[in-house]
């Protein structure tokens, strides 16, 4: 079981908090995370492209010019794909491009990139952050203090001041318990929970 110092926003030690291993300790594997993070970012595609093939295609019914005599290549059709406008063979098509992942799978990656955080010292567990207002500095001097670059901050509520001082930082993403996942966690290197959210993470996966 995990024990983790939990500090205020001047990086001042306030106390400590127990995370359960059974959702931070998780051994990862490689290709459960793989598969859950390539169906998350299928799952976003539009899937909306689409091309014409000949049967789609009007007109083309009559030979453009005669078969010899003329000194060009000989053509049947004015929608060929060999023509420029003609049609495309084998065209992409509008497709949905999500796939299912069971519940549990998912459950589990999310449950080994927090371990993966944990391991790696790169999970900060944050008493609270309180900005005097809603405003795009105080935010960003809250990371050069921390030295974060990018960060993915969990809090326990959407909270309009945090949001509107964070959400013009490149690099920053703020969410809630709920939509937490495994794509976010792995591509922000610094994982900051509040500590009233900690409760909300755990709650969801234990």
Known sequence: MAVIKVYDQNLQETGETTLPPEVFEVTPRAEILHLVVRAQRASWRAGTHSALSRSMMKGGGAKP???????????????????????????????????????????????????????????????SIELPEAKTRHFAELMESMEWKKALVVVPAYDE??????????????????????????????LVLLEQAVEGVISRLA
């Open 161 to 190: 001041t945090l949001d509107r001082s964070s959400r013009n930082i490149r690099g920053v993403t703020l969410i809630t318990p709920d939509e937490l996942n495994v794509y976010d966690i792995i591509n922000h290197p610094q």
């Open 65 to 127: 010019w005669k078969q010899k005599g003329t000194g060009r290549a000989r053509s049947g059709t004015n929608i060929s794909p060999l023509w420029r406008g003609g049609a495309v063979v084998f065209p992409p098509s509008p497709r949905d491009y999500s796939f299912k992942v069971n519940k549990k799978v998912r459950n589990l990656a999310l449950k080994m990139a927090l371990s993966v955080r944990l391991l790696d010292k790169q999970l900060t567990v944050l008493k």
